[in-house]
């Protein structure tokens, strides 16, 4: 079956760095499209990052262009996220997911239900 392996999360100052990764099995990772999603404590889960299957193209929120960077590893099966200078606000569970990319993943990339695997999430946590 599809599985979907994050790691690398953490506790973490203001202005730190950290680099989760997720470790993808059970599908045709190169095919897929990837993604990340947070979702903080008593809020709804939103888009973070995403990536298409090739790498080319990349997307990003808005509170997190110019601090975070995804990218992937067809060879290794994996999907990294860089976090730099990162807040407070940025304490979240992360979570990967991926997706056979539809004809018009351009404008639904953000959406979560574009995503038909998802992970189990690492906790990030910001202290100020």
């Known amino acids: 079956q599809v599985q979907l392996v994050e790691s690398g999360g953490g506790l973490v100052q203001a202005g730190d760095s950290l680099r989760p990764s997720c470790a993808a099995s059970?599908?045709?990772?190169?095919?897929?499209?990837m993604a990340w999603f947070r979702q903080a404590p008593g809020k709804e889960r939103e888009f973070v990052a995403a990536?298409?299957?090739?790498?080319?193209?990349?997307y990003y929120a808005d509170s997190v262009k110019g601090r975070f960077t995804i990218s992937r590893d067809n060879a290794k099966n994996t999907v990294y996220l860089q976090l730099n200078n990162l807040k407070p606000e940025d304490t979240a569970v992360y979570y990967c997911?991926?997706?056979?990319?539809?004809?018009?993943?351009?404008?639904?990339?953000?959406?979560?239900?574009?995503?038909?695997?998802w992970g189990q999430g690492t906790q990030v946590t910001v202290s100020s």
């Open positions: 059970g599908l045709t990772f190169g095919s897929y499209a």
């Open positions: 990536i298409n299957w090739s790498g080319r193209n990349t």
């Open positions: 997911a991926a997706g056979p990319a539809p004809s018009d993943y351009d404008r639904t990339y953000n959406y979560d239900r574009t995503y038909k695997y």
